[in-house]
């Protein structure tokens, strides 16, 4: 098979480590950083489904609203008493979370073979600026793709088809490279070649599709240039 | 305000205990059947929502296939060697789920006044039709009604569609009750009154739209007829 055209970038949990603010969480709250920080990623998570599922776009907030109600409503199901200061002190935190440490150099290979990149991602273009700038990725992508453009978030077809849009090429020759099992499921789906990064060692999704191909860290994307 | 004009009830978790199964779970993998019985719920909403945003239709699967699924992935999740006697086991029970013990009594009452009843939910014909009759509310519910016309799981608007459809009332006049917020949510954002019961005392969505009233029992849906 020839090799993909171009790579999409998920960010949140693929380019940046959303569990990152665990250790902020911790100081705030000992004893309770790592279940806060994985009970709000995985009801952001949620409430991106619940608002494009139950309309087309009528109950869209924007993923840094999503983020804010997530964190809200992750501290009261933990019994956490979330200052106003705790949460800006936390979301701040979120808004520059790290970036693995293998994502520069695997961004910089591509740009060397002249591969066109970017980034499809769900959050809105303000995070998503920032988050690039602080992860000192500027200059190593030439698509910043939000899915705000269609008040949609991924796994919705629209979502998706703004990278093929950006890149104007089919799905079928761009390489789209998630962290998130149902991210990878839902590119496959959709018609792109797909590299699931399994970086917790975590089952694929049990739905009868498998991504291309399984890595372990963003340098298995160069195997597909082999 | 007006009583409510007829009243539909979710399905799995508000009228059948879909955590009835933990007892089993517990039996087979000892120490693991709550952590099994939660994840497994878990992950078959979340599934719901993956083969409805991703598509329209084309990825639907059944309930009864998705709760398999789901099955599968919480044991390959907790590290759980799930036999084939074991699914066939931990199924059976799930189709024949314990209901909540006020269930009846309620549904009684309703009939008693002459109010229009039924199920709205994201279990398939098949599914829905042993729970309710294993579960003796036979003849206690005016409609049945499964997603599965639409091909699409709640809070997908089309599937709460159906009950508006199946009552020939408007939504104002209907009474939604469910014991899952996201759904108490999305019947909210539709259109119908909502009662969310709170069985397990939990936070409510933070996406700034409230249930009309949160009760704590299914006993609860009697004081919108005071």
């Known amino acids: 098979m020839d090799h993909p055209k171009a790579v999409l970038f998920d960010a949140y949990g693929t380019l940046f480590d959303v569990y990152s603010v665990g250790l902020l969480a911790e100081q705030l709250f000992p004893g309770q950083g790592q279940a806060l920080s994985v009970l709000w990623r995985d009801k952001q998570i949620e409430y991106t489904r619940l608002v494009t599922t139950s309309s087309e776009g009528a109950h869209y907030q924007p993923f840094w609203e999503l983020t804010r109600a997530s964190l809200r409503y992750a501290c009261k199901r933990l019994g956490l008493a979330l200052t106003a200061e705790h949460e800006q002190h936390l979301m701040n935190e979120y808004r520059h979370l790290s970036a693995f440490p293998e994502n520069r150099e695997v961004l910089q290979v591509l740009r060397t073979r002249g591969i066109p990149t970017g980034i499809l991602s769900n959050g809105d273009p303000q995070m998503l600026g920032v988050a690039v700038r602080s992860a000192g990725l500027e200059g190593l992508l030439d698509h910043v793709i939000s899915v705000d453009t269609v008040r949609k978030y991924k796994t919705h077809p629209e979502a998706y088809r703004l990278g093929v849009q950006a890149l104007k090429r089919p799905a079928s020759q761009i390489?789209?490279?998630?962290?998130?099992?149902?991210?990878?499921?839902?590119?496959?789906?959709?018609?792109?070649?797909?590299?699931?990064?399994?970086?917790?060692?975590?089952?694929?999704e049990e739905l009868g599709t498998q991504p291309t191909r399984t890595g372990s860290t963003l340098d298995d994307v160069l195997s597909f240039f082999e």
Chains 1, 2 share one sequence.
């Open 175 to 204: 390489l789209f490279v998630s962290c998130n099992a149902w991210d990878a499921l839902g590119a496959t789906w959709f018609g792109y070649r797909t590299l699931w990064v399994n970086r917790y060692r975590l089952p694929f």
